[in-house]
């Protein structure tokens, strides 16, 4: 059993910066590929970041150079910092994570779930 709980979200304008957080409790953080899906309204829950038990990382086209996604097992806690945001990245934010090394796009793969965290980019 793993609780994940997202924070940071809000209301930033085009340009600004913005880092979410997920902070994992139950077993160990360590063990598990990490992720941030965000979902839009009308739009398909699509993977933006991923970092794997080991480290490595993986970014969606969209975001990549703006995005940067970290963990800190020490403090159970993943991080998305977000730059040049843009209108477009206006969505819901979820953390998830799964058993295994590797992330993947498959949303049916994640076992674990956050609540969500609202960004919004004004123009």
């Known amino acids: 059993q793993l609780q994940l709980v997202e924070s940071g979200g809000q209301l930033v304008q085009a340009g600004g910066s913005l880092r979410l957080s997920c902070t994992a409790s139950?077993?160990?953080?360590?063990?598990?590929?990490m992720v941030w899906f965000r979902q839009a309204p009308g739009k398909e829950r699509e993977l933006v970041a991923g970092?794997?038990?080991?480290?490595?990382?993986y970014y969606a086209a969209s975001v990549k150079g703006r995005f940067t996604i970290s963990r800190d097992n020490a403090k159970n806690t993943l991080y998305l910092q977000m730059s040049s945001l843009k209108p477009e990245d206006t969505a819901v934010y979820y953390c998830a994570a799964k058993v295994g090394a590797g992330w993947s796009t498959n949303v049916r793969s994640y076992d674990y779930w956050g609540q969500g965290t609202q960004v919004t980019v004004s123009s």
């Open positions: 139950g077993r160990t953080f360590r063990s598990y590929a």
């Open positions: 970092i794997s038990s080991g480290g490595s990382t």
